[in-house]
């Protein structure tokens, strides 16, 4: 069963989403909640901020900031 993190700021959210940056990962967006959110297939867990909290505490700048180095390198 998957389980659901919701996050309050931009820092919980990068820390949550942190040791899934290695893994399988998927888009897990819920619009009707205007939240968007990542899920780790590897885990079983879904990492979710509301659109509003995530520009009100730094919006990409921030996540960009905090989660620099924690992704690999783009390979496709
Ligand atoms: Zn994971």
């Known amino acids: 069963m998957t389980k659901r993190v919701e996050c309050?700021?931009?820092?919980?959210?990068a820390e949550a989403l942190g040791p899934?940056?290695?893994?399988?990962?998927y888009r897990a967006d819920d619009i009707a909640a205007r939240a968007m959110?990542?899920?780790c297939?590897?885990?079983g867990v879904e990492v979710t901020i509301?659109?509003?909290?995530?520009?009100?505490?730094?919006?990409?700048p921030?996540?960009?900031e905090l989660t620099k180095g924690l992704a690999p390198?783009?390979?496709k």
């Open 8 to 13: 309050q700021s931009i820092d919980d959210y």
């Open 37 to 39: 959110g990542k899920g």
């Open 50 to 60: 509301s659109i509003e909290a995530f520009k009100e505490t730094g919006d990409l």
């Open 20 to 25: 899934h940056f290695t893994h399988e990962t």
């Open 73 to 75: 390198e783009k390979k």
């Open 62 to 64: 921030r996540f960009r």
């Open 41 to 43: 297939r590897t885990c």
